[in-house]
């Protein structure tokens, strides 16, 4: 059964205080690794795609790389601004669906 | 920059009574979906569309019906609202290929009571 696992499921950080987020998955046939993110009464917001392992992706504060197991949100000195829940999902080949994770709720303290 | 548009953001129904959750997208985006969102499960897929006069069931389909009215819009509707159906439904639209990122609305909060 395809299953998509992220952890911790609560962080909370002081601003500057770098973490990483993990999203562990087992899918049939990875066609894509997806990572979201959430604010309180908003949908989903798009942050990256990654495709195969080795792969890595930056925006801003946030890097995202790619195992053949798991997919890790590195968060380097962050903000306050920077809290909210990520998600991450795979796409699976066999299933042709993308499956969610439970998310990380990540909090940044001033 | 719309995106997609859900409506409405909120609603409370009673048991048994029905509604039409309407959703539409100005990307020219081929392919829309429709999740639910419940504490500690994640997004669980209801129904998707493929492209445009096409629609299969996703990972819970139960208690739900869909309509691609055309390219730009997708409605989900709830024949006889049940309890269990108290959620925060979300639509999804996506280009071409299938592992092309899904865009997301911002909901709508049901509740049934």
């Known amino acids: 059964e395809d299953q998509v696992t992220q952890s911790p499921e609560a962080l909370r950080l002081q601003e500057g205080e770098s973490s990483s987020l993990n999203c562990s998955y087992t899918?049939?046939?990875?066609?894509?690794l997806f990572w979201y993110r959430q604010d309180p009464g908003k949908g989903p917001e798009f942050l990256f795609t990654?495709?195969?392992a080795g792969e890595e992706k930056e925006k801003e504060r946030l890097k995202a790389t790619l195992t053949k197991k798991e997919s890790f949100l590195h968060i380097t000195a962050p903000k306050p601004e920077d809290s909210a829940t990520y998600l991450c999902a795979a796409h699976s080949g066999g299933a042709q669906k993308l499956v969610f994770g439970q998310g990380t709720r990540l909090t940044i303290n001033p | 920059n719309a995106g997609v548009t859900q409506t409405p953001k909120f609603q409370v129904l009673k048991t048994g009574q029905s509604m039409t959750l309407q959703c539409a997208q100005d990307m020219n985006h081929n392919s829309m979906y429709w999740y639910r969102q419940d504490p500690g499960m994640g997004l669980r897929l209801i129904y998707y569309?493929?492209?445009?006069?096409?629609?299969d069931k996703g990972e819970v389909p139960n208690g739900y019906n869909v309509s691609r009215l055309n390219k730009r819009e997708f409605s989900l509707r709830l024949e006889s609202a049940a309890p269990s159906q108290t959620s925060v439904y979300f639509c999804?639209?996506?280009?071409?290929?299938?592992?092309?990122?899904?865009?997301f609305g911002d909901g709508t909060r049901l509740s049934i009571l």
């Open positions: 899918v049939s046939g990875l066609r894509g």
């Open positions: 999804a639209s996506s280009g071409q290929a299938r592992t092309e990122p899904q865009h």
């Open positions: 990654l495709y195969s």
């Open positions: 569309s493929a492209s445009e006069g096409t629609t």
